[in-house]
């Protein structure tokens, strides 16, 4: 196959505009464009295949064999079957009429949600008919692409889970941000050999962490293999977690971050993905963290800064009525005296949420409130959650931070669930 071909055999023009590469108006794309539109597509980083595109080249052979057109001297992806069947792949099923006395041959493809019809009023010459899309009939095969831009069946659908998780951004070295991702395995989903003493082994547990840029050009890839975790139980839900974490330094812009944890055992693959702003915590201003909610949260003595700290971490966000929980945060660039001393004020927050995650109360509930005197412009706080005060339910948390000096305020927050 040349060069040529295998452009054209995985060119993103024949899901994007057919019809312009049929006409020669535009050329193929090049490799990295193409690149960029099949990544976002792979449905599993850990496998050393994109079957994504796999399966795009295989319904592009599929056209170019089965629905060519001698008559009219058309490659497969150049007629109306092949280019629906390149985005939609084969039919849950599929209807043939016979031509009849001026009724042309008539053939429908079923494929559950929707369905494409074809006509042909002369051999071979089959053409776009119509369609449907629930209870919605459509003529122009330009508003079915409009509504159903493609179709692929994930073949690791029935094995994916997600998982809990927590993307926290702290202000690192040399003008980047300090990237920490925490997440949760349940216990029901990954083979486990052994619980006990606040740790699980896994047998055979492999994890990748991706972070993609715009243009989805691979900018952080770390897979490795898992063999012990620290496990937590939520009594709430009678469930067991272990917990795993990531840190990372990222220049501040857009990404996409994709987490899979596959278990070869019983092939449950628990993953995430996300869009995410890395922030930039550059400039002289007063400035805040993100806000880590924890399990718990242990200081050890002589040590400076974030190390300081041993985080358990909570991407479940959920809490034990009755129980404890911790928070996490860090200010920046607090205004020093001539002496060095700083001044602030900490107020912490909450407002009930509904099921859906809508604000129930728009007012807001000061929990806590205090001032404190430093001495550094950074300062890395935690304090302890006592739950039996907070009803069960979905809460909204924030964090207020004033520098006295200034009268400069910055908040952060997330949401989390005290369970019955």
Same mark, same amino acid.
């Given at each position: 196959?040349?060069?040529?071909?295998?452009?054209?055999?995985?060119?993103?023009?024949?899901?994007?505009?057919?019809?312009?590469?049929?006409?020669?108006?535009? =050329?193929?794309?090049?490799?990295?464009?193409?690149? !960029?539109?099949?990544?976002?597509?792979?449905?599993?980083?850990?496998? =050393?295949?994109?079957?994504?595109?796999?399966?795009?080249?295989?319904?592009?052979?599929?056209?170019?064999?089965?629905?060519?057109?001698?008559?009219?001297?058309?490659?497969?992806?150049?007629?109306?079957?092949?280019?629906? @069947?390149?985005?939609?792949?084969?039919?849950?099923?599929?209807?043939?009429?016979?031509?009849?006395?001026?009724?042309?041959?008539?053939? !429908?493809?079923?494929?559950?949600?929707?369905?494409?019809?074809? !006509?042909?009023?002369?051999?071979?010459?089959?053409?776009?008919?119509?369609?449907?899309?629930?209870?919605?009939?459509?003529?122009?095969?330009?508003?079915?692409?409009?509504?159903?831009?493609?179709?692929?069946?994930?073949?690791?659908?029935?094995?994916?889970?997600?998982?809990? @998780?927590?993307?926290?951004?702290?202000?690192?070295?040399?003008?980047?941000?300090?990237?920490?991702? @925490?997440?949760?395995?349940?216990?029901?989903?990954?083979?486990?050999?052994?619980?006990?003493?606040?740790?699980?082994?896994? =047998?055979?547990?492999?994890?990748?962490?991706?972070?993609?840029?715009?243009?989805?050009?691979?900018?952080?890839?770390?897979?490795?293999?898992?063999?012990?975790?620290?496990?937590?139980?939520?009594?709430?839900?009678?469930?067991?977690? !272990?917990?795993?974490?990531?840190?990372?330094?990222?220049?501040?812009?857009?990404?996409?971050?994709?987490?899979?944890?596959?278990?070869?055992?019983?092939?449950?693959?628990?993953?995430?993905?996300?869009?995410?702003?890395?922030?930039?915590?550059?400039?002289?201003?007063?400035?805040?963290?993100?806000?880590?909610?924890?399990?718990?949260?242990?200081?050890?003595?002589?040590?400076?800064?974030?190390?300081?700290?041993?985080?358990?971490?909570?991407?479940?966000?959920?809490?034990?009525?009755?129980?404890?929980?911790?928070?996490?945060?860090?200010?920046?660039?607090?205004?020093?005296?001539?002496?060095?001393?700083?001044?602030?004020?900490?107020?912490?927050?909450?407002?009930?949420?509904?099921?859906?995650?809508?604000?129930?109360?728009?007012?807001?509930?000061?929990?806590?409130?205090?001032?404190?005197?430093?001495?550094?412009?950074?300062?890395?706080?935690?304090?302890?959650?006592?739950?039996?005060?907070? =009803?069960?339910?979905?809460?909204?948390?924030?964090?207020?931070?004033?520098?006295?000096?200034?009268?400069?305020?910055?908040?952060?927050?997330?949401?989390?669930?005290?369970?019955?």
């Amino acid at each position: 196959m040349s060069d040529e071909e295998q452009s054209l055999i995985k060119s993103i023009v024949l899901m994007t505009d057919p019809d312009a590469l049929r006409e020669g108006k535009i =050329p193929l794309p090049d490799v990295e464009e193409q690149q !960029a539109f099949w990544t976002e597509r792979d449905p599993l980083f850990l496998s =050393p295949l994109n079957e994504r595109l796999m399966e795009h080249c295989g319904r592009v052979a599929y056209a170019n064999l089965r629905f060519t057109d001698s008559h009219r001297r058309l490659e497969g992806w150049e007629t109306d079957k092949g280019e629906l @069947y390149i985005r939609y792949g084969k039919p849950q099923s599929r209807f043939v009429r016979a031509a009849e006395i001026r009724i042309p041959r008539f053939e !429908a493809w079923d494929y559950g949600s929707f369905q494409v019809w074809f !006509a042909n009023p002369i051999s071979s010459a089959w053409r776009f008919e119509g369609g449907r899309v629930g209870r919605v009939t459509l003529n122009q095969k330009k508003d079915l692409v409009e509504r159903i831009r493609e179709k692929f069946k994930d073949p690791y659908q029935w094995d994916k889970f997600r998982i809990p @998780y927590q993307v926290g951004q702290f202000r690192g070295s040399d003008d980047k941000t300090r990237i920490e991702v @925490y997440y949760g395995l349940s216990h029901e989903r990954i083979a486990t050999d052994d619980e006990g003493s606040g740790y699980v082994e896994f =047998p055979s547990l492999k994890q990748g962490l991706f972070f993609f840029d715009a243009s989805w050009d691979t900018v952080y890839s770390e897979v490795l293999e898992v063999s012990r975790l620290p496990r937590v139980y939520l009594a709430g839900v009678e469930r067991h977690y !272990a917990l795993g974490s990531d840190r990372l330094s990222m220049t501040p812009g857009n990404y996409s971050v994709v987490f899979e944890a596959e278990d070869k055992t019983s092939r449950a693959i628990g993953s995430f993905r996300d869009l995410i702003n890395v922030r930039s915590f550059a400039g002289t201003g007063l400035n805040i963290s993100s806000l880590l909610l924890a399990r718990r949260i242990t200081e050890a003595d002589g040590v400076e800064g974030r190390e300081r700290f041993t985080i358990l971490p909570n991407p479940m966000r959920r809490f034990d009525s009755g129980g404890k929980g911790a928070l996490y945060f860090e200010i920046y660039n607090l205004k020093q005296d001539e002496f060095g001393r700083t001044n602030y004020e900490v107020t912490y927050q909450l407002r009930s949420l509904t099921e859906v995650g809508e604000v129930q109360d728009p007012v807001w509930e000061t929990a806590l409130t205090y001032q404190h005197d430093g001495s550094t412009a950074l300062e890395p706080i935690h304090f302890e959650l006592d739950l039996r005060t907070v =009803p069960p339910g979905l809460w909204d948390a924030r964090i207020m931070v004033k520098d006295l000096r200034t009268d400069a305020t910055v908040t952060t927050g997330d949401s989390y669930r005290v369970l019955w």
